[in-house]
C-alpha cells in the first residue's frame, strides 16, 4: 500500500479525532442546529447536488452497475428534501450523550453512574449510496461523533459534493470541519488504510453488499460492527387472514425491492397453499417479479406466471430485484428450520392468526428483527422513531438491529467518592 496513502489517512483521521473532543462537550442545541444548517444548506444546493449525481450515474450505466446499486445511487429532488428532512427530525431526537443508563449508590457512600458517550471516531465504508453519506454525517454529529466517509468510486462525484456542502454548513455554525471527512479521493488504498487505522479510528461499520461487508469483516483491525445482508423471509401460516398476508407480501417485496429490508423469500403452509400461492404468485408476477418456485409452487401457480425452478442459490440469495423465491412448507417447524438455514438474520416475518403460531416464530427465529403481521420493509431506523439509520446490524455484540444514536454511543462509569479508599 502507498505509504503517502497511510500518511493521508492517518492526518485525516488525527484531525477527525481533535474535532471529535470539540464535539463531545457541545450542548445539544448546539448540534441540533448544525442538523437543521446542513438540511438547509441540502436543500439550497440541490442543482449542484443533482448534476454531480447525473455524472456518477452516467458512469454506472457505462460500467454496468446492476438496476438495484443504479436505483440506490440515484439522487433526485424529492429524495434529497426527504434527505434533508431526515436530518430535522434527528435534530428533534433527544440527545443520547450523558444519559444515565443506570446507577447506584454502595453502601462505602460512592455513587456510581454509567453514562452514555460518544465513541469518538466512526469509519464508515459502503458503496453507492449517496444517502448513506449524510444520513451517518447527521447520526454521528447527533450522537457527539466525527465521521470518516468512504462511499466508494460508484458514488464519487455526488459524496463530494455532499460532504463539501456539509461541512460548510458545520462552518457556519461555528463547528469544526473535520467532524465530517471523507477518504474517497483516495480510492480502495484509502479503505484499506482506513480498516487498519486502529488507535485513531473507534469503530468502524460496513454498510453493502455481501463481499464489501466480509472484506472488512476479515481485514479490518479496527473494530467493525456488522451490517447485514438482507435475505428476508414471509412464512404465511396455515392460520391466517389472506387478505391481510397477500398485502403483507406484496408490500414486503416490491414496495422497494432493491434494499436490504425488502423480502427476498415466501414460504406458504401447504394447508393454505392451493388458494393462497396462486393469488401471491400472480399479484407478484403482476408486478414485475419473477417466481423461482419449488415443484409444488410450480404445479400451483396460474398458467400465466411463469416460475424458474428454485436452487439452493436462490434460497440463499439476496437479490435486491425483482425476484423471489417461493416455496410451500408442511409446518410451522419446517418454516422455521428453512429460516434457520437461509435466513441472514436482518428480518424476518410471519403472517398468523394464531399467537401460539406468533410466539413460537417470534421465539425461535434468531434474526435482528421478527415481524407478526407486518411488512419486512418497517425494519428501518425512521421507521422505528430512531431517525436516520447508519445501517442495520445484524450481529449481537453491542447493537442489533437498527442502529439510530444510542448505537453509535458506548458508556463510561463515573465515580463520586468523599475521601473513601479501599
Known sequence: MNADTTEAVKQIATD?????????????????????????????????????????????????????????????????????????????????????????????????????????VVGMIYEARPNVTVDAAGIALKSGNAV?????????????VLVEVLRGALEKVGLPADLIATIDPLGREGAVALMQARGLVDVLVPRGGAGLIQTVVREAQVPVIETGVGNCHVYVDAQ???????????????HRDSVCNAAETLLVHKDVAE???????????????????????????????????????????????????????????????????WSSGHTDAICTTSISSADEFTGRVDSAVVNVNASTRFTDGGEF??????????????????????????????????????
Open 385 to 422: 422513531g430512531l431517525g436516520a439509520e447508519i445501517g442495520i446490524s445484524t450481529q449481537k455484540l453491542h447493537a442489533r438491529g437498527p442502529m439510530g444514536l444510542s448505537e453509535l454511543t458506548t458508556t463510561k462509569w463515573v465515580v463520586l467518592g468523599d475521601g473513601q479508599i479501599r
Open 16 to 120: 477527525s479525532r481533535v474535532a471529535s473532543r470539540h464535539l463531545a462537550t457541545a450542548s445539544a442545541a448546539v448540534k441540533d442546529r448544525a442538523l437543521l444548517t446542513m438540511a438547509d444548506e441540502l436543500e439550497d444546493q440541490i442543482p449542484r447536488i443533482i448534476d454531480a449525481n447525473k455524472e456518477d450515474r452516467a458512469r454506472g450505466v457505462e460500467s454496468g452497475l446492476s438496476d438495484g446499486l443504479q436505483d440506490r445511487l440515484r439522487l433526485d429532488e424529492t429524495r434529497i428534501v426527504g434527505i434533508a428532512e431526515a436530518l430535522r427530525e434527528l435534530a428533534t431526537l433527544p440527545d443520547p450523550v450523558g444519559e444515565v443508563v443506570r446507577g447506584s449508590t454502595l453502601e462505602n457512600g460512592l455513587k456510581l453512574r454509567q453514562l452514555r458517550v460518544p465513541m469518538g
Open 275 to 341: 388458494e393462497f400461492v396462486p393469488r401471491a404468485t400472480e399479484a407478484l408476477a403482476e408486478r414485475g417479479v419473477t417466481i423461482h418456485g419449488d415443484r409444488r409452487v410450480q404445479a400451483l401457480a396460474p398458467s400465466s406466471v411463469s416460475v424458474v425452478d428454485v436452487s439452493d442459490e436462490d434460497w440463499a440469495k439476496e437479490y435486491l430485484g425483482p425476484e423471489m423465491a417461493v416455496g410451500v412448507v408442511d409446518s410451522l417447524e419446517a418454516a422455521i428450520k428453512h429460516i434457520q438455514k
Open 148 to 160: 470518516i466517509l468512504r462511499g466508494g468510486s460508484a458514488a464519487l462525484n455526488s459524496n463530494i
Open 240 to 254: 391466517v387472514n389472506q387478505e391481510q398476508a397477500l398485502a403483507i407480501v406484496v408490500n414486503s417485496k416490491t
